[in-house]
């Protein structure tokens, strides 16, 4: 026993090493996390150790929404990382902790090392490892499957809220069709509904944020069913669950043209006796790969087509991760009763290993540590062509170029940049739509607005001397790119005119999350600053009207006299800050209540055998 425990530590603080070593030096670069989520998080995390609440991004899209969309994970417990440690290591350890999380809940529900093992080195967890929001889903889906078995509505409750803090309505969707699958019959409706009440506290700051947003942003208008439906689960990589990646990996080259979110979802040959079994856990793998064949399961595709209203999610490959975690589940039944134990495990994790070697996307960190730049905003187009090139070769040249919205890390700011997760206003996508399809002059004037680093370029902020009126978005465009319309002296505002009277821009500052103009105007004027608008936009407390400017850019209406005009982005602030607080009690208090009922466990276990040696009388 001693011997066994002496062992399993030897092995747990090599890990420990590893896992350090690969937070400092390494990077989890692939896809979503290298244009997407470390810039945001690099964003984020100056503005945590500023003790400020990240809502607003001044780097991407000339400003766009931060802690309202869900993408961001603002509000995610481990965010605290990023309080002491550098962006990269923080980012990293997200990673790092939760494939440690998964294996550990992974072996609470199967009671089995194996089963931990095979759900860790899963192509699915590794390929979880290029996407920041979906490797919560690692964890948190069997941990909402043991919840169930355990009857545990606290940690039911915690599963759902971390999805929830995530942002990935398809992941939570799936997850719940799957726990619905294995409560019946276990839990009551009142736990169920309990745990659905906690998971909503624990989601709260998330909520309450994207409430500020929800109506303008580019998803409030839907995708087109090809779009929902892009990346779905081909027929043909069924067979990849158990024989490998039959079409290669995505971190090879060309591998960004196929379309498929996922690497890799290689689990081994153990799967194809394991579902023999009769079990729930078969019932959840069948229904989860009925939903993500997507576009290639004639039902699900014409049922997209027919539903507008839920074309506000995408990519139905996503259903693969309850699939993959109940066919471990099944597997690690399996291997408990098989009677060649040893050969499975040589079956199972030689192949695992090396594919989770082709396929991780980890790379030295050094190509990506940039030097700061002079902070200026740039238009922000792709220059390096995609899928050419090996993917670390790729994604080191991309950050050289200061490729959007990477380049955020060194100080650039872009202005008309297209969203990466359909999270910009509406109205940045009008721009972004007609800057690709007008002329050049026309494209300049749309530089010039947006304050890009281009000759005659419009300041951060200021007053436009003649004001005209469009009933419609397509009315502003219009008027923006008439050749009457000089953008230097003229503003175009939705709903009624006045006259502006002259003012000057004293002074232009950004605090932190804060902007503040000093002004001088002679009468009631209309200021401009150089971000986007939404209706979240609180001047002064409110005090001061807001409008949208030439198209997307915010408009304040000033009065007379001297003014120092404070501008900072929420309208429900407070609310978040206190949902935040609520959410992190919760998290903690489930997890303290946790750790004191192992605790308790464990003491049991060891009176048990003393008390059964005692002698009888």
Known sequence: MQTRKALALAVLAALAALAALAAWHGFFFYRDNFSTHFPIKSIAADIYRAAEIPLWNFFDGGGQPLGGNPNTLTFYPDN???????????????????????????????????????????????????????IVAIPAIPLAFLAIDRRRPLLLGAAFGLLALAGEPVTIAASVLAVAILAVGR?????????????????????????????????????SARTVLNASLH???????????????????????????????????????????????????????????????????????????????????????????????????????????????VITFVPLVWTAWRALPVDWYAPYELAPVTSRRI????????????????????????????????GVRYALTPSPDGMHSLRSRMVVERYAVVG?????????????????????????????????????????????????????????????????????AERGQTIEVAVEASGPALL??????????????????????????????VPGGRTNVVLRFGGNRLAVAAAW??????????????????????????????DEDRPRG
């Open 80 to 134: 605290v990382l990023y309080l002491f440690l550098p962006a990269h290591v923080a980012f990293n350890l997200h990673f790092l902790l939760h494939l440690g999380l998964a294996y550990a809940v992974m072996r609470a529900l199967t009671r089995s090392h194996f089963g931990a093992a095979l759900y860790t080195l899963s192509g699915l967890a590794v390929s979880a490892t290029a996407f920041y929001n979906l």
């Open 235 to 345: 027929p043909i990589r069924i067979a990849e669950i158990a024989l490998g990646p039959v079409i290669g990996v995505l971190n090879e080259p060309g591998g960004e043209h196929r379309a498929r979110l996922f690497s890799t979802i290689f689990l081994g040959l153990i799967t194809i006796p394991a579902l023999v079994r009769r079990s729930r856990f078969t019932v959840i793998a069948a229904v989860m790969l009925f939903f993500a064949l997507g576009r290639y399961n004639p039902i699900v595709a014409a049922a997209v087509e027919a539903m507008p209203l839920i074309r506000i999610v995408r990519f139905p490959e996503k259903f693969v991760m309850p699939m993959i975690a109940a066919l471990v589940v099944l597997a690690a039944g399996f291997y408990r009763t098989a009677r060649w134990k040893q050969a499975w495990v």
């Open 528 to 557: 401009v600053v150089n971000q986007t608008y939404f209706s979240a936009w609180r001047a002064n407390g409110g005090t001061l009207a807001t409008l949208p400017v030439n198209i997307d850019r915010l408009g304040v209406v």
């Open 440 to 508: 050049e002059g026309i494209r300049a004037k749309y530089l010039r607005m947006a304050g890009c680093d281009v000759p005659r370029a419009l300041a951060p902020a200021y007053f436009p001397r003649r004001l005209a009126s469009a009933s419609t978005i397509y009315e502003e465009a219009a008027v923006v790119e008439s050749p009457r319309f000089d953008e230097r002296t003229d503003a175009v505002i939705p709903g009624p005119l006045f006259e502006p009277a002259p003012a000057r821009v004293i002074r232009y």
């Open 379 to 410: 238009r922000g187009e792709s220059v390096v062509r995609a899928g050419v090139l090996p993917a670390r070769a790729e994604y080191r040249l991309r950050a050289r170029a200061l490729e959007p919205l990477f380049g955020a890390t060194a």
């Open 187 to 223: 839990m009551s409706l009142r736990e169920l509904t309990a745990a659905g009440a906690l998971a909503a506290l624990i989601a709260s700051p998330q909520l309450i944020a994207y409430a500020d947003i929800a109506g303008e942003v580019e998803r409030a208008a839907g995708m």
């Open 581 to 610: 607080l609520v959410s992190t009690v919760a998290l903690l208090l489930i997890a303290g209540s946790q750790l004191v009922e192992k605790l308790h466990r464990r003491a049991g276990q060891v009176e048990r055998p003393a």
